[in-house]
């Protein structure tokens, strides 16, 4: 099984041996690429919707892991036991998304190993993590089609409150070194300005604060481009 590139980026960093429980599964390419590597021998899929999750027994049942799989319908975290899983992980939902999940399980800052990759929204999520006793470990990022995509490594512990650049891009002291890392923040960079373009057109007092934390993340982008780049 060949995986897409960001999921590939996610699966790397789970450990051998790892028993993982895979949030919002899908078709649970994820847990059943490592089941057939050899590097896990069980995984939770677990999925909101019947839908996904009759797509990832297919799939497991195609490439003969569906023994090797327990099927859980569930919303996020909710119907996980914190005996049954030492990783986590949480692919392709929005930041936003992550961070209710992980706001409703607190047990899952207690020794777990955490991967998360949000699709959108990545500020919230880092602003979320860093005020409620998560810390970021280290970010790769993976470029996929047209779009670029922020890998986390969490877990429970205590990080410095973030910049409004922080909270866009990451803290530099968390990045892996990729030569890549240049180009996403020209990406983000682009994207931010656009975004900060269609603020400046508005009027409305309750845009103000906006306006502030997007200006302030076109200079931390545009500082560490120059940094980089020097």
């Avoid at 899983?85 to 399980?105: F, N, P, Q, Y």
């Avoid at 929204?121 to 409620?132: A, G, I, M, P």
């Amino acid at each position: 099984m060949v995986l897409s590139s960001r999921l590939a980026a996610v699966a790397a960093l789970v450990p051998s041996g790892a028993r993982l429980a895979d949030i919002g599964t899908d078709h649970a390419y994820l847990p059943v690429s490592l089941l057939l590597e050899g590097r896990i021998d069980h995984a939770v899929a677990a999925d909101v919707r019947k839908g996904p999750l009759d797509h990832a027994r297919r799939t497991a049942e195609e490439y003969g892991v569906e023994n090797q799989l327990d099927f859980r319908l569930c919303d996020g975290l909710a119907g996980i036991r914190a005996d049954e899983c030492d990783t986590i992980t949480i692919a392709g939902m929005g930041g936003e998304t992550i961070a209710g999940i992980l706001s409703r399980a607190d047990w899952a800052r207690e020794g777990k190993r955490l991967i998360l990759q949000p699709q959108s929204t990545q500020e919230v999520l880092r602003d979320f993590l860093s005020r409620n006793g998560w810390k970021i470990f280290s970010e790769s990022i993976v470029r996929e089609g047209e779009r670029w995509y922020p890998v986390l490594l969490v877990g429970g512990g205590e990080m410095p409150l973030l910049s409004p650049g922080e909270a866009m891009a990451g803290r530099p002291e968390s990045w892996l070194v990729q030569p890549e890392r240049v180009d996403y923040l020209c990406w983000l960079l682009r994207r931010t300005q656009r975004q900060l373009e269609g603020l400046e057109r508005s009027a409305r007092a309750e845009d103000v604060p906006r306006k502030k934390r997007l200006t302030a993340a076109v200079a931390f982008l545009e500082g560490q481009i120059a940094r980089l780049e020097g």
